[in-house]
């Protein structure tokens, strides 16, 4: 404690410029330790982001990729309450997601609380082409989908449920 007092002073006056007492205390073999602490404000909720490419190979298979993304894109806008004259909105649908591993939950890759949907993003051409089959249905399509717990994870959750 002695050369960081001594050096502060020498700094202090002007007799040496900054940063000696650091050189004096290196010289010892010591560094301030900066003693920083973490305050703890909170945690945000988790975000999972699936990204899906499809490349049909029919009609049939087009018609089903379609529907898929259109209900998706349903399912995570809200709906107008039919009392309020529309100033309400009826919030979006939830969403249970689970890794499964032949047909049973996977015990390794994460358990995810219930999400809502908070983004459907498609490309429909993910390789930089535009291109359809004859009857206008593209050949690719990416589908990105962002989701969002509706839990904050604790240790109770992590614990009872393993999340």
Same mark, same amino acid.
């Given at each position: 404690?002695?050369?960081?007092?001594?050096?502060?002073?020498?700094?202090?006056?002007?007799?040496?410029?900054?940063?000696?007492?650091?050189?004096?205390?290196?010289?010892?073999?010591?560094?301030?330790?900066?003693?920083?602490?973490?305050?703890?404000?909170?945690?945000?909720?988790?975000?999972?982001?699936?990204?899906?490419?499809?490349?049909?190979?029919?009609?049939?298979?087009?018609?089903?990729?379609?529907?898929?993304?259109?209900?998706?894109?349903?399912?995570?806008?809200?709906?107008?309450?039919?009392?309020?004259?529309?100033?309400?909105?009826?919030? &979006? =649908?939830?969403?249970?997601? $689970?890794?499964?591993?032949?047909?049973?939950? /996977?015990?390794? !890759?994460?358990?995810?609380? %219930?999400?809502?949907?908070?983004?459907?993003?498609?490309?429909?051409? &993910? =390789?930089?082409?535009?291109? $359809?089959?004859?009857?206008?249905?593209?050949? /690719?399509?990416? !589908?990105?989908?962002?989701? %969002?717990?509706?839990?904050?994870?604790?240790?109770?959750?992590?614990?009872?449920?393993?999340?």
């Amino acid at each position: 404690q002695g050369k960081e007092l001594q050096g502060m002073a020498a700094e202090s006056f002007g007799d040496v410029g900054a940063g000696f007492k650091d050189l004096l205390l290196k010289s010892g073999g010591n560094a301030i330790n900066p003693q920083m602490e973490m305050l703890f404000t909170g945690t945000k909720f988790r975000n999972f982001n699936f990204v899906f490419n499809f490349y049909p190979r029919s009609q049939k298979e087009a018609l089903q990729i379609k529907e898929i993304i259109q209900t998706f894109k349903m399912y995570s806008a809200p709906e107008i309450s039919g009392s309020g004259q529309g100033r309400y909105f009826i919030v &979006p =649908g939830q969403f249970d997601i $689970t890794y499964m591993f032949k047909g049973v939950p /996977s015990t390794y !890759l994460p358990k995810i609380s %219930t999400c809502i949907c908070t983004e459907v993003a498609t490309d429909y051409a &993910p =390789g930089g082409d535009f291109v $359809t089959t004859v009857d206008g249905a593209p050949i /690719s399509i990416m !589908l990105s989908l962002n989701f %969002t717990e509706v839990d904050i994870m604790t240790r109770e959750l992590i614990e009872a449920k393993g999340y």
